[in-house]
C-alpha cells in the first residue's frame, strides 16, 4: 500500500438532531477510482452522511479530511472548493429558471468582469445533457417537466462538474432501466478518470453492479462494509436488516367485476385516448420511459389535470368529478413528489397524516375534536413502523423513505376502493418495500383495484398482474406479468423510438 | 405561542414603562380608550390573518373600511335608508367583495398581491366617487346605532367595557374555533403549508381559499363599520388609509408568515394591541416629538421582531437550512 | 431649530394647555410658534399636536389629551357637523375652544379665526384683479373634503362668478362652471402628493392652451403651480393666485410671477387659544367675547406687502 | 416576453383612446411630461423589482423616497452644505440602509415585509422628526441642480427629451445588463426561484441578496432626488406616500412574481408607464371625475392583469398544478 492519504475520509461523525442520533462514530475513506455504495434502512443516516460529507450539516464531533488535510465545511460551497458535489435525494432545482440556467448554475463560464460566456454556457449545456442522453431543448423551463426528467437534470448538473467526489442519493429512484444504465455506464468512465463516487441506493441489483464497496448503516452506526465477491443482494440484505426476509407467499388470483374503468381519457399534453380497465383483486402496473406519461395518466384518473373521457368508480360516475369527489367515491393516489405533493413538510407528521381522511371525523357542522387526526397518525406510524417514532416532529425531520412511508399510510388509512400508486416504493429500504408490497398484495386480496406506475422493473414484474406500457403518452401494449419479460417491456416502451 | 413570546415581552415592557413615567396611562378612561381602539385594529387583524395563513395577501382592507365606513352614514343619513338595512347590505356587500377576491385569486389564478392591490385603488376611487370627496357622518343623531362603536357596559363607577371589545372577543372565538376545531380550518392550514399537497389530499383549495378571502372581508366591513360609528364622520380620502399595513403588521407581529400556514389567533390580538399602545404612549410621555410617532413605532416593532427572533434562536429549536 | 410639534413649556404645573391641527403643514408649524411664546410669556405649559391621518387620527389625540389631563384644548374640527356629539363630550370634560374651522353647534366655548369662506372672498377679488376681463382658471387643492378647502373654493367660485350661494353650498368639483366672464375647467386634487400636485398643473396646461389662471388653495400649491408655469415657459401668460405664506409664494410675488396671496394668521391663533384657555383655566370667562368668536382677520399680500410680510414672518419663526 | 403581452395591450389601448378623445394627448409638452413622470417611477419600479425577483419585497420605498426627498432642499438651503455634497451622502446614506434591510433579512432571517414595514415607519418618522413637519424646498434658487430632474435636452423646436429619462434608460440598460449578462443576476434570479438549491449550488444567497436590497435602496435614493428636484418643494408627512404601492404594482404588472424568480426590466418599464399614461388620460379627458381617479387606476389594472391571463392562457402554456 502506498502512504497517500485517501481521497476523502471520514472519521468518526456523530450528528444529532434534537434528540434523534442520526450518525454516531461513522468512519470510511474512499479513493480516487473507487465506487461505494452506502445501504441501509430508512433513517440509517444514509443522506445525513451524504450532508455531512458535502458542508450542508457540521458534524457534532468528528471531522472530514480531504486529501490529508482536515476541513471544516461551513456550506456546500466550500465543500465544492475540495471538489465534492451531491445530488440531494429531493431534487433541489430552480423551476422558473431553464434547463441552461439550472445545469450551469453555480458554475457558468464567465468573460470579464462577471459577464456570461452565452456561446460557451450552450455548449457545456449540450454536453451534460449528452451525459445522460436526454434530449431536450436546454431553453425550456424546468418546472415544465416530469418527474424524472428533472431528475435526470439534476444528475447532468452533478456528472458534469467533472467532480473529484461525487456523492448521489437515490439518484436511480425514479429512473427507468434504460436511463439507470445510461448512468451507472457513466458512473464507470468516470471512475475510470480516476473520480471518487458515493452511491445511496436501495436498489440492491445496481450495488451489485457497480459497487467495488458497500458500506452499510444501521441507526446511525457503519455496521459492516463488503467488498468484491461478497457483494451480493442476500448477504447485503442481513447485514442492513440483521435477518433474512420472510418469503412471499404464494397467492391465488381471482378477478371479480372491474371497479376502475378508464374509456378514451385524453389530457392535454398528450392527446392520445387511453382505455383500461381494473377488476376487483387485480393489481395492474405501467411501465415506461421517463417522460412517457405515467404520472400523467395517473393524476388525469385522479381528477387532478384537465381531462375528456369517461372515468368510473364501482359504477359511480366520475367523468366531471374533481379530487375531493374522487376521493370520496374511493379513490386515492400516492404521488410520485413527496416534498412537493405528499408532505406539507414543516407540518407535522400527525398534521400530515391525518390530513386526507380527516373528514371521516368531522361533526355535523365540519366540527372536529381537540385530538382529531391524532389517534390515526398514531397507528400509521406504527404499522408502517416509521422512525422515529413519533407524531409530533415536523415531516422534514424524517428521514426520505420514511416520509414516503407517512405518505402511503395516510391514503392506506382511507381503505380505498381503488388505489392509485406513483412509484409507491421511491427511497423506500428492502424491508419496508417488502411490507409495502405486501400491504398492497392484501388491499387485493381484500377485492380493491391497483393501479400503479413504477420505475423499478422488479417492481412491476414482481407485483402485477397485468402491466400497460406507455410511450409518449400512448398505450404500447397489455403484457401478462407471469409470462413476460423485462426486455420484452423495454422493447415495447421504447418502440415509437425503434421505429423512428 | 413560541413565537409570540418576544412580541409579548416587548408588550410587557412598553405597557411597564409607560404606566411608569405617565400616571394617566392606568387610568380606567385610558384602558377603555385603549381596549376599544385595540379591539378594532384587532378585527382587522384578525380577518387579515385568515388570508395570509393560506399564503395570500389582502391589501384592500383599508379601502374597504373607507367604502364601509363612509357609505354607512351616506346612505343612513343623506339617503335616508333605515339602519338595519344600510348595515346588513353592507356586510353581505363586503362579503361579496371578498368572494370577489377569492374567485379572482382561484379561478383565474391572479396574485392575491395584485387583486388587492386593485381593490385598494378601487374601493377608494369609488367611494370618493359616489361621495364627490365630501365628509360624511352622523352629525348629531344616530346614538343608538353609534354606541355599537363607542358604547360601554359599566362595570364599575369609572370603568366599562366597550362594546367593540366584546365584538372583538366573540369574534377571536369564533376565528380560533373555526381555525382549531373544524375540518374547515385545517384544510386552511394545510392549504396555507403546502397547496400542492392539499390539492392532492381532495381539499377543494379553491372554496377554501374562497372562504378565507370572504372572512377576511366580511371581518373588515364589521371593522369600517365600528371604525365609523365610533369617530362619527369618516372623509372618503383618507378614512381607513395604511390600515391595510396596520393589520398585516399586526398579525405578522403575532406569528402569521407571509409564506402561509402558520399563525395564532392571541398572537394577532397581541400584536394589535403592541401598536396601539405605543401610539397611546406616544401622546402619554413628555418629550417624544409628535412628528417622530412613526420611528418610535418602527423602533419598537423591530426591537420587538428581533427580540423574537433570538429567543427563539435561544431555545434552540431554530434550524439551518 | 424650532421645535414645534411637542412643547412643553413647563413651569407653573398646574395650567397644562393643549392645541390641536386637523393635519399636518407648513400653516401649522407657525400657529405652533404662536402657541410657543405664548405659553412661555403667560407661564403655562402648552403641547402642540398635528394629527397625521384624519380624524381618527384627531379623536385619538384628543381622548389621550384627556387622559393626560389638560385643562383646556384648542382644536380644528376636521369635520365640524358630525364632530360636534364628540365635542360635547370633550368639553364635558375640559374647557373647549375651536380655531381655524368653527364648530357653531357645539358647545365649544369660543372660535379663534377667520372664516374661510370669507378667505376665498378675498382670493376671489384677487383673482378678478389679475384677470378683469375673465378667462379659464383652474384651481389646485389638496383634498376638497376638508371645510376649509370647500369653504375657500365656495367664497372664490362665488366672488368671482359674481353669485351668493353661500357658505353651506357645495359645487360639484369635477364639474365645469362657467359665469361673469370666467370658466372654471376643473377643480384638481392632490391628496397631498406633491408630484401628482405638479402633474396637475401640467396636463391642465396641455389640456388648455388658453388658461388665463391658476388658483392654489393650499399653501403648497402655488409653489408647484409655479414650478410647473416655469418649466413650460408659459410662467408669463397665467397669472397665478395663491393661499398662504410659502416662501416661494411670497418670492413669487417680490418677483411678479403671482399676483398676490391671502394670508391668515395663524400664528396669533396659537398665541390667543392659549391666552384664553389660560384664561378660562383661571374661572375668567370675560375673555369670551358676546358672539363667542374672536375674529383673526385674513388679509391680502400683494406686491407691495410682500417683503415686509416676509420680514415679520421670519422674526416670528426665528429664522 | 410572453408574459407582458396583455399588459402592454392595454397600454396601446389606453394610449390609442386618450389620443382620440383629446387631442392634447399627443402634444409634445404632454409627452414630455409622460415621459419624465414614467422615468422616476419606472426607476423605483426597476428597483423593487429587484427585490422581488429575490422573492422579497421593499415596502420602505416610499418613505425612503420621502427622507431623501426632503433632506435633499434642507441640507443644501437650509444648513447650507454644498449640493455635492448632500447629493452623494444622501446616494451613500440609501445604499446604507438598503445593505442594513439586506443583512437584517439574511443575517437575522427576519421576513422582509417586517423589516421594510418598519423602514416605512422609521424613515417618515425621522424625517417628519427632523423637519418638524416642516415644508421644505429648492425656494427660486438651485436652478442648476434642478435641471437634473425637470431639464429637458431639446431635439426640435417644441419637444425635448427631459433628463430623467435619460437616466431611467441608463438604469434600465445597466439593470438589463446586470440581469441577464451576469453571473450575478443569474444568481439573484435562481435565488428567487429556489433559494435551499441556490444555496447547495455555492452561491452567496447572502451576498446576493444584500445586493439587491442595496440596489433597491440606491435606486429609490436617485429616484427620491429626482422627484424632489422636479416638484421643488417637500412635505415630511407626505412626501412619497404610497410610492411603494406604485412601484410593487409596476414590477408585478411587467411580470415580476411574487413569489420570486421571475421578471423584465422591459416590463416593468410598460408597467410603470401604464399607471401614469392612466393618471395623465383621467385628467385630459372630459368627463371622468376625478374623485374616482383611483377607481379607473384599480379597473385599468385589473383588466391588464386579466387580459394577460387570458391571452397566457390562450397560448397553451398554462400549467394546472
Ligand atoms: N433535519 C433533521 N432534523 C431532525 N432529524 C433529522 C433531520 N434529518 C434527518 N433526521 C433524522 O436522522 C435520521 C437519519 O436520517 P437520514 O435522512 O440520514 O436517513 P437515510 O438513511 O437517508 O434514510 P432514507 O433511506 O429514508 O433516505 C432519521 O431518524 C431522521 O429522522
Ligand atoms: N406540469 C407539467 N407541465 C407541462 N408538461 C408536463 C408537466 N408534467 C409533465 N409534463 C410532460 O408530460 C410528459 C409526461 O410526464 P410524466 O411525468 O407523466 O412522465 P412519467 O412517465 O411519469 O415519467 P417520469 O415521472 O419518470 O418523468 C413529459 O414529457 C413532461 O415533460
Ligand atoms: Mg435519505
Ligand atoms: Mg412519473
Known sequence: MNLRPPLLEVSSITKTFGGVTALSEVSFAIEPGEIVAIIGENGAGKSTLAKVMSGVHSPDSGFVTVAGSRCEFRNSAEAAEYGISRIPQELELCDSMTVEENLLLGREPLKSMGRLDFPECLKMTRSALEMVDLKIDPHQLVGDLGHGQRQLIAIARALHTSARMLILDEPTATLSPLETQVLLHRLIEMKKSGSAIVMITHRLAEVEEIADRVIVLRDGENVGSLEGKEIQRDAMIRCMVGRDLSPIEPEVSEFGDPRLIVRELMTQDHPEAVSLQVRSGERVAIAGLVGSGRSELLEAIFGLRPRSGHVSVDQCDLSRAGVKESVRAGLALIPEERSSQG?????????????????????????????????????????????????????????????????????????????????????????AREEIHKRIRDLSFSGKSVLFASSEMEEVLSLSHRIIVLSEGKMMGTLVSAETTEEEIMALATGGEIHE | MNKIKGIFAVLLAVMIITAFISPAFLTSYNIENLLRRSALFG????????????????????????????????????????????????????????????????????????????????????????????????????????????GRIPVTDTFGLPIPLIILVLVALGAGFLLRRTLWGRHLIAIGSNETAARHCGIEVDRVKMGAYAICALLTGIAGLLIVLDTGTAQPSNFGNFYELYAIAAAVL???????????????????????????????????????????????????????????????????? | TVKTTTTTTSSSAETRVAFVTNGVADFWVLAGKGVEDAATDLNVSASFHMPPDGLADQKRIIEDLLVKGVSGIAVSPIDPKNQTPFLDKVSARTHLITHDSDAPESARLCFVGVDNYEAGVLCGELVKEALPSGGKIAIFVGRMEQDNARLRRQGLLDTILGQERGVDAYEDASAVIKGNGFEIVGTLTDQFDMAKGKANVEDILS?????????????????????????????????????????????????????????????????????????????????????????????????????????????????
Request: glycine share 14%.
Open chain 1, 343 to 431: 408532505l406539507a413538510l414543516q407540518r407535522s407528521v400527525s398534521e400530515n397524516a391525518s390530513l386526507p381522511g380527516l373528514f371521516r371525523e368531522a361533526g355535523r357542522f365540519g366540527t372536529l375534536d381537540r385530538h382529531a387526526g391524532a389517534a390515526v397518525a398514531q397507528k400509521i406510524v406504527k404499522e408502517l413502523d416509521v422512525r422515529p417514532p413519533r407524531t409530533d416532529i415536523p415531516a422534514s425531520d424524517l428521514s426520505g423513505g420514511n416520509q414516503q412511508k407517512i405518505v402511503i399510510g395516510k391514503w392506506l388509512d382511507l381503505n380505498p376502493a381503488v388505489v392509485l400508486l406513483d412509484e409507491p416504493t421511491r427511497g423506500v429500504d428492502v424491508g
Open chain 2, 43 to 150: 378585527i382587522l387583524g384578525i380577518g387579515v390573518s385568515f388570508v395570509i395563513m393560506t399564503g395570500g395577501i389582502d391589501l384592500s382592507l383599508g379601502s374597504l373600511v373607507c367604502l364601509v365606513g363612509c357609505l354607512t352614514p351616506w346612505l343612513i343619513i343623506d339617503v335616508g335608508i333605515p339602519a338595519p338595512w344600510v348595515l346588513s347590505g353592507l356586510l353581505l356587500l363586503s362579503l361579496g367583495l371578498g368572494l370577489l377576491h377569492g374567485v379572482l385569486v382561484t379561478k383565474l389564478r391572479l396574485q392575491p398581491f395584485l387583486v388587492t392591490l386593485c381593490g385598494l385603488f378601487i374601493y377608494r376611487g369609488v367611494t370618493r366617487g359616489i361621495l364627490s370627496d365630501q365628509t360624511v357622518g352622523f352629525g348629531t343623531s344616530g346614538t343608538v346605532l353609534k354606541s355599537l362603536g363607542n
Open chain 3, 207 to 319: 389640456k388648455h392652451s388658453d388658461i388665463a389662471g391658476c388658483v392654489g388653495l393650499f399653501a403648497y400649491n402655488p409653489p408647484l403651480i409655479l414650478e410647473a408655469l416655469e418649466q413650460s415657459g408659459r410662467i408669463s401668460e397665467v397669472k397665478v393666485i395663491g393661499f398662504d405664506e410659502d416662501e416661494r409664494t411670497l418670492q413669487g410675488i417680490i418677483d411678479g410671477t403671482v399676483h398676490g396671496t391671502v394670508v391668515q394668521n395663524p400664528y396669533e391663533y396659537g398665541a390667543r387659544s392659549v391666552a384664553i384657555l389660560k384664561a378660562l383655566a383661571g374661572g375668567d370667562k370675560g375673555v369670551i367675547p358676546p358672539g363667542g368668536i374672536v375674529n383673526v382677520p385674513a388679509r391680502i399680500i400683494r406686491r407691495a406687502e410682500a417683503e415686509a410680510f416676509r420680514e415679520d414672518m421670519r422674526k416670528k419663526l426665528g429664522k
Open chain 2, 254 to 321: 403575532g406569528g402569521c408568515s407571509l409564506r402561509g400556514g402558520e399563525g395564532t389567533v392571541i398572537g394577532v390580538l397581541i400584536g394589535a394591541t403592541l401598536v396601539q399602545v405605543l401610539r397611546n404612549a406616544i401622546v402619554l410621555i413628555d418629550g417624544i416629538p409628535e412628528a417622530s410617532e412613526f420611528a418610535v413605532i418602527g423602533a419598537v416593532i423591530m426591537i420587538a421582531v428581533i427580540t423574537d427572533e433570538v429567543m427563539r434562536r435561544r431555545s434552540g429549536k431554530n434550524k439551518l437550512a
